[in-house]
């Protein structure tokens, strides 16, 4: 499996963070020996909500070659989502098997015209921007629906992570993964 992680300036990194150290932990336990991931922005270089600069390796790859792309959130998805050119690069990832986002990162995915007729989730400030973009806003911590994993607010994304991780993979292993990083509070499908 090949993993985009899209990055983008004013992101909330533990949205991204989360989700990144469970998922990741396939590879490094076994399930998954040939699990490889990017960091993908639209530039060189982006830069958190709180100021922690990154540079990042791919700048505006197309995103079909990918097997699951990853979008956080932070308050500059509610002006990313009508960003024409932003949201044509994030339709590449059409094919892609899944699509996941945590927090208002779902509003890109919405944007983009992935989350039609589907239940989703975001933080419960977006709600409202949210609801044109789906087929139902769910307040639950994580969803899935079908090929697509929506997390609530920030604090969803270790719980979205080991939800995706219990779901490509099974229970017993997001427990081993729970274990590794020491997280007793996994509420995907209940406490681990």
């Not at 100021?51 to 990918?66: C, E, F, H, Q, W």
């Not at 779901?167 to 509420?187: G, H, I, N, Q, W």
């Amino acid at each position: 499996m090949k993993i985009a992680f899209i990055m983008f300036d004013g992101m909330t990194l533990l949205d991204f963070s989360g989700f990144y150290e469970a998922v990741t932990w396939m590879k490094l336990l076994g399930a998954d020996e040939g699990l490889s991931w990017d960091f993908c922005a639209d530039k060189a270089q982006i830069t958190d909500d709180r100021g922690l600069s990154m540079n990042i390796a791919r700048v505006k790859p197309d995103l079909s070659g990918y097997d699951l792309v990853f979008v956080p959130g932070g308050w500059p998805t509610r002006r990313l989502r009508f960003d024409e050119a932003y949201v044509a690069w994030l339709r590449t990832a059409e094919n892609a098997r899944y699509k996941a986002s945590v927090c208002t990162g779902a509003l890109l995915l919405g944007a983009a015209g992935f989350l039609r007729g589907r239940r989703a989730t975001t933080n419960v400030s977006a709600c409202e921007l949210l609801a044109p973009y789906c087929g139902e806003v769910v307040l639950e911590r994580c969803v899935r629906d079908g090929d697509v994993f929506t997390g609530g607010g920030v604090s969803s994304s270790l719980d979205l992570g080991l939800f995706a991780v219990e779901s490509l993979t099974d229970r017993e292993f997001a427990r081993r993964v729970a274990e590794k990083m020491e997280y007793p509070y996994y509420f995907g499908n209940g406490p681990i």
